[in-house]
Nanobody, 115 residues
């Protein structure tokens, strides 16, 4: 059974940094892509960053230059380094993995940025 478990969320002041981790387990096939979405209260879930098996990355315009996605292929873990955080980055952040073209989700981790 595929499982994704996020960690690293919390409360940080504006301008600070956090590093989110997404540890996967139960994966027996190649991962096509991994990444992060976020959902703020009253808003739709939006893509933050993605990383394909070929190493291609994609970022939301609002986080370009501040967030960096990376992956540890040995441990099937994906990270999101978040720098220069802003109050508008406050949201629940969800990790996802696309495996054999099926999407799996983590339970989410709360990130709160105070002004």
């Amino acid at each position: 059974q595929v499982q994704l478990v996020e960690s690293g969320g919390g409360l940080v002041q504006a301008g600070g940094s956090l590093r989110l981790s997404c540890l996967t387990s139960g994966i027996t096939s190649s991962i096509n892509a991994m990444g992060w979405y976020r959902q703020a209260p009253g808003k739709q879930r939006e893509l933050v960053a993605s990383l394909t098996s070929g190493g291609y990355t994609n970022y939301a315009d609002s986080v370009k230059g501040r967030f960096t996605i990376s992956r540890d292929n040995v441990n099937n873990t994906v990270y999101l380094q978040m720098n220069s955080l802003r109050p508008e980055d406050t949201a629940v952040y969800y990790c996802y993995a696309v495996i054999r073209y099926r999407t799996y989700w983590g339970q989410g981790t709360q990130v709160t940025v105070s002004s």
